[in-house]
């Protein structure tokens, strides 16, 4: 008897009592559990659902391993963050501005604003050796990238992704050879991006000399990857797209999302084969909310809860006691999540511009602990530059010390570019014109930046403009700028409101221009401008003024703009301030002193954004001719009067208005707009201020990919009114 008790006795203590909770197992005698987290673009935040449930139910995590939005979501969890950390990123993250590769305007070198005044789209082919070079991928995934890398920073030293809090794998897709690639060593935040890459929509990332794409292509759901890892348990997510009905694809757009839905189903539906009986999936139900619904991405999270609470009997069984789950987090921490302090920089510098023109941009304090916001700052200040297909860093040990690499790439299609565009004005009452442009840009001519540019510009506005522009320093403070420039331009001649006669005004100009950078915001120009000009009547009554001139000019001229958008500006402000002194010594025909400025600011007041503008113009003597006139009429420069109506000596123009964006995410911005405005022109200082006209508008506004559009409806005193459509910079 006492025999038998003490068998019985010695076979309990080997049998350990379950923890507290339903299925709870010990630590010792628990099998591995791997995550499985497929992509599915923003259907992929329902992973983050997912995970909450997984750490209420203690249940520990052996291994992960993911395919796009799943990497990124599984890549995150493994450093270290945790749900609710990466529930905030994708809350505190404008996604429309993250995936795009456009720099915050305010970010944008001044020239680079300056560009905006044209009615060129800002993408730009390359143009080399006779053929147009097309990017990899509609975004080249800059801002993207940055994001990883800040929230990855903690583990930036840790190339070996089992040494991570829990260890990792990135499934990519090998594009020249359609195999997946399992990524498991090199740059986290890299590795990621690189399983994200969408075809066509992201350039694919060089990584080991193979050129790779989003992993969803080959393997949108690596269930044999985590069980290769060693996991004996699996707990896989499946967010990917289902299969269209027969009834839902009624049209081209639906039969390309269809087909690219069939192939991933595919490998999808080979990947759950491999699940044992033990292993739990999980399809949270998503509604709505679409591969690419990333403003509206964290309404999937919600669904991944709901999703795993439906599996919670089943995930139960997987769960562990809280002493052998405060065990498992314990051997987790070796992993610890700290800022590295940087102790050296260096610049790997894949362009032609000079090593020194680039690290004037980095100002890395060196150490302390790496500050991503100055750093994200300083990128996008050179990425602002638009020569760069990526600017990105990595944090690098070398003998011991900590340090930052920043890796600097010129595009690949480059250095020569051209652009297009399209400009249309129309009103009911001044007709309507179009006009056709093309540019060609040579970009780092020299290793200073040096840059050659020429526009063309057909229509009923003619023009051909060139120029070159020349830093002469590292720090590109100081340039020469010169210019030339050929146009014709049509402007009527008005009487009582009336339009009597057209002229036109053809002229050639040469600039030569030198001036200063004011970081960013501003720069502060000086330069002669002289000119060869025609005037001739083209309809109506002869003016006056006709026949050859010539126009020469000393001027002085202050630009500042911080604006948040030239079109539609919610923030900022901007001035255009030029002195020019017109006399028989510079080359002009007349001799006259002008005063041009323009002054406008921009804010937000919750959901509407304010704007107000003053424009002046003033002719010290009286004596400017025709060619030295100023003008006002036409949408936002006075509204409501035909273009170039209104002509003088003196001019002064005030406006205020007001927008609302009617939309909240959509990719083309709608505004609702309004402008009330007072203005007019004089000949006499004695008259100047006297007779103000007033005048306005309402107009909805689309931030399109071609340019601006606006449509509305104008109305000024003296029964002027016009309905409008103007495509392009409308001042």
Same mark, same amino acid.
């Given at each position: 008897?006492?025999?038998?008790?003490?068998?019985?006795?010695?076979?309990?203590?080997?049998?350990?009592?379950?923890?507290?909770?339903?299925?709870?197992?010990?630590?010792?005698?628990?099998?591995?559990?791997?995550?499985?987290?497929?992509?599915?673009?923003?259907?992929?935040?329902?992973?983050?659902?997912?995970?909450?449930?997984?750490?209420?139910?203690?249940?520990?995590?052996?291994?992960?391993?993911?395919?796009?939005?799943?990497?990124?979501?599984?890549?995150?969890?493994?450093?270290?963050?945790?749900?609710?950390?990466?529930?905030?990123?994708?809350?505190?993250?404008?996604?429309?501005?993250?995936?795009?590769?456009?720099?915050?305007?305010?970010?944008?070198?001044?020239?680079?604003?300056?560009?905006?005044?044209?009615?060129?789209?800002?993408?730009?082919?390359?143009?080399?050796?006779?053929?147009?070079?097309?990017?990899?991928?509609?975004?080249?995934?800059?801002?993207?990238?940055?994001?990883?890398?800040?929230?990855?920073?903690?583990?930036?030293?840790?190339?070996?992704?089992?040494?991570?809090?829990?260890?990792?794998?990135?499934?990519?897709?090998?594009?020249?050879?359609?195999?997946?690639?399992?990524?498991?060593?090199?740059?986290?935040?890299?590795?990621?991006?690189?399983?994200?890459?969408?075809?066509?929509?992201?350039?694919?990332?060089?990584?080991?000399?193979?050129?790779?794409?989003?992993?969803?292509?080959?393997?949108?759901?690596?269930?044999?990857?985590?069980?290769?890892?060693?996991?004996?348990?699996?707990?896989?997510?499946?967010?990917?797209?289902?299969?269209?009905?027969?009834?839902?694809?009624?049209?081209?757009?639906?039969?390309?999302?269809?087909?690219?839905?069939?192939?991933?189903?595919?490998?999808?539906?080979?990947?759950?084969?491999?699940?044992?009986?033990?292993?739990?999936?999980?399809?949270?139900?998503?509604?709505?909310?679409?591969?690419?619904?990333?403003?509206?991405?964290?309404?999937?999270?919600?669904?991944?809860?709901?999703?795993?609470?439906?599996?919670?009997?089943?995930?139960?069984?997987?769960?562990?006691?809280?002493?052998?789950?405060?065990?498992?987090?314990?051997?987790?921490?070796?992993?610890?999540?700290?800022?590295?302090?940087?102790?050296?920089?260096?610049?790997?510098?894949?362009?032609?511009?000079?090593?020194?023109?680039?690290?004037?941009?980095?100002?890395?304090?060196?150490?302390?602990?790496?500050?991503?916001?100055?750093?994200?700052?300083?990128?996008?200040?050179?990425?602002?530059?638009?020569?760069?297909?990526?600017?990105?860093?990595?944090?690098?040990?070398?003998?011991?010390?900590?340090?930052?690499?920043?890796?600097?790439?010129?595009?690949?299609?480059?250095?020569?570019?051209?652009?297009?565009?399209?400009?249309?004005?129309?009103?009911?009452?001044?007709?309507?014109?179009?006009?056709?442009?093309?540019?060609?840009?040579?970009?780092?001519?020299?290793?200073?930046?040096?840059?050659?540019?020429?526009?063309?510009?057909?229509?009923?506005?003619?023009?051909?403009?060139?120029?070159?522009?020349?830093?002469?320093?590292?720090?590109?403070?100081?340039?020469?700028?010169?210019?030339?420039?050929?146009?014709?331009?049509?402007?009527?001649?008005?009487?009582?409101?009336?339009?009597?006669?057209?002229?036109?005004?053809?002229?050639?100009?040469?600039?030569?221009?030198?001036?200063?950078?004011?970081?960013?915001?501003?720069?502060?120009?000086?330069?002669?401008?002289?000119?060869?000009?025609?005037?001739?009547?083209?309809?109506?009554?002869?003016?006056?003024?006709?026949?050859?001139?010539?126009?020469?000019?000393?001027?002085?001229?202050?630009?500042?703009?911080?604006?948040?958008?030239?079109?539609?500006?919610?923030?900022?402000?901007?001035?255009?301030?030029?002195?020019?002194?017109?006399?028989?010594?510079?080359?002009?025909?007349?001799?006259?002193?002008?005063?041009?400025?323009?002054?406008?600011?921009?804010?937000?007041?919750?959901?509407?954004?304010?704007?107000?503008?003053?424009?002046? =113009?003033? !002719? $010290? &003597?009286?004596?400017?001719?025709?060619?030295? *006139?100023?003008?006002? +009429? @036409?949408?936002?420069? %006075?509204?409501?009067?035909?273009?170039?109506?209104?002509?003088?000596?003196?001019?002064?123009?005030?406006?205020?208005?007001?927008?609302?964006?009617?939309?909240?995410?959509?990719?083309?911005?709608?505004?609702?707009?309004?402008?009330?405005?007072? =203005?007019? !022109? $004089? &000949?006499?200082?004695?008259?100047?201020?006297? *007779?103000?006209?007033? +005048? @306005?508008?309402?107009? %909805?506004?689309?931030?399109?990919?071609?340019?601006?559009?606006?449509?509305?409806?104008?109305?000024?005193?003296?029964?002027?009114?016009?309905?409008?459509?103007?495509?392009?910079?409308?001042?």
């Amino acid at each position: 008897m006492n025999r038998l008790f003490a068998t019985i006795l010695y076979l309990l203590l080997l049998v350990p009592f379950p923890a507290a909770g339903a299925g709870a197992q010990s630590a010792q005698h628990r099998p591995k559990i791997g995550l499985v987290l497929s992509g599915g673009g923003a259907r992929g935040a329902a992973h983050v659902g997912v995970l909450k449930v997984i750490e209420e139910l203690r249940i520990p995590i052996d291994y992960i391993a993911g395919t796009s939005m799943g990497a990124i979501i599984g890549g995150l969890y493994a450093s270290g963050m945790s749900p609710e950390e990466i529930e905030k990123a994708l809350k505190g993250n404008d996604w429309l501005d993250v995936l795009s590769d456009s720099p915050k305007r305010k970010d944008l070198s001044f020239r680079r604003k300056r560009e905006d005044e044209e009615f060129l789209v800002r993408s730009a082919a390359g143009f080399n050796n006779g053929e147009l070079e097309l990017p990899q991928g509609l975004l080249q995934g800059q801002k993207l990238l940055l994001l990883l890398k800040s929230l990855t920073l903690p583990v930036a030293t840790i190339d070996d992704f089992d040494q991570l809090r829990i260890p990792f794998r990135a499934l990519a897709t090998d594009i020249s050879t359609g195999q997946p690639v399992v990524l498991k060593k090199g740059d986290l935040a890299l590795s990621m991006r690189a399983s994200a890459s969408i075809p066509s929509a992201f350039a694919p990332v060089e990584i080991n000399g193979k050129l790779l794409v989003d992993g969803g292509v080959s393997n949108n759901l690596p269930v044999k990857i985590v069980q290769e890892m060693g996991a004996e348990r699996l707990i896989v997510v499946d967010v990917s797209t289902p299969l269209a009905t027969r009834e839902e694809l009624k049209n081209v757009l639906s039969i390309t999302d269809q087909l690219t839905t069939i192939m991933t189903r595919r490998n999808t539906e080979a990947s759950l084969a491999l699940m044992g009986a033990g292993d739990v999936l999980i399809v949270p139900s998503l509604g709505d909310v679409t591969t690419t619904s990333f403003t509206s991405a964290i309404k999937a999270i919600p669904s991944g809860v709901e999703a795993a609470n439906g599996q919670r009997d089943r995930l139960a069984r997987l769960s562990v006691g809280a002493e052998a789950y405060r065990d498992y987090l314990a051997g987790q921490e070796q992993a610890e999540r700290m800022q590295p302090v940087i102790e050296f920089v260096v610049v790997d510098n894949q362009s032609r511009l000079a090593d020194k023109v680039i690290q004037r941009y980095f100002k890395v304090e060196i150490g302390k602990p790496l500050e991503t916001e100055q750093l994200d700052q300083s990128i996008g200040y050179l990425y602002g530059q638009d020569l760069f297909k990526q600017v990105t860093y990595e944090v690098v040990e070398k003998d011991g010390r900590t340090g930052l690499r920043i890796h600097v790439v010129e595009k690949p299609w480059g250095p020569n570019y051209l652009q297009g565009g399209i400009n249309f004005q129309g009103d009911w009452s001044s007709g309507s014109s179009i006009t056709l442009g093309m540019s060609y840009t040579r970009t780092a001519v020299n290793e200073l930046g040096g840059e050659f540019r020429s526009i063309l510009e057909l229509g009923e506005r003619p023009r051909l403009f060139a120029e070159f522009y020349q830093p002469l320093d590292t720090d590109s403070a100081y340039f020469v700028n010169p210019r030339v420039e050929f146009t014709r331009l049509t402007i009527g001649q008005y009487e009582d409101g009336q339009n009597v006669a057209e002229y036109r005004q053809y002229k050639g100009q040469l600039s030569l221009e030198a001036g200063m950078n004011l970081e960013s915001w501003g720069e502060l120009r000086l330069g002669w401008r002289g000119a060869k000009g025609d005037i001739e009547t083209f309809v109506g009554r002869p003016n006056p003024d006709e026949g050859a001139f010539d126009e020469g000019m000393l001027f002085a001229r202050l630009g500042i703009d911080t604006l948040d958008n030239l079109y539609f500006p919610t923030d900022g402000h901007w001035l255009k301030l030029e002195v020019r002194s017109h006399a028989n010594i510079w080359g002009d025909d007349n001799a006259f002193e002008q005063v041009d400025a323009d002054w406008g600011l921009a804010t937000r007041v919750g959901k509407y954004s304010f704007m107000s503008r003053v424009q002046l =113009g003033y !002719t $010290w &003597n009286e004596n400017a001719p025709v060619y030295g *006139r100023f003008f006002l +009429g @036409g949408f936002l420069n %006075l509204s409501g009067l035909d273009r170039y109506e209104l002509s003088g000596q003196h001019m002064a123009h005030g406006l205020v208005g007001f927008m609302r964006r009617l939309d909240e995410n959509s990719i083309v911005p709608i505004y609702l707009g309004a402008t009330l405005e007072a =203005g007019n !022109t $004089w &000949n006499q200082r004695s008259d100047f201020g006297d *007779r103000w006209i007033g +005048g @306005g508008s309402v107009y %909805l506004g689309l931030d399109t990919f071609i340019g601006p559009l606006y449509v509305g409806y104008a109305a000024a005193q003296e029964n002027h009114s016009t309905m409008f459509m103007y495509l392009g910079a409308p001042f």
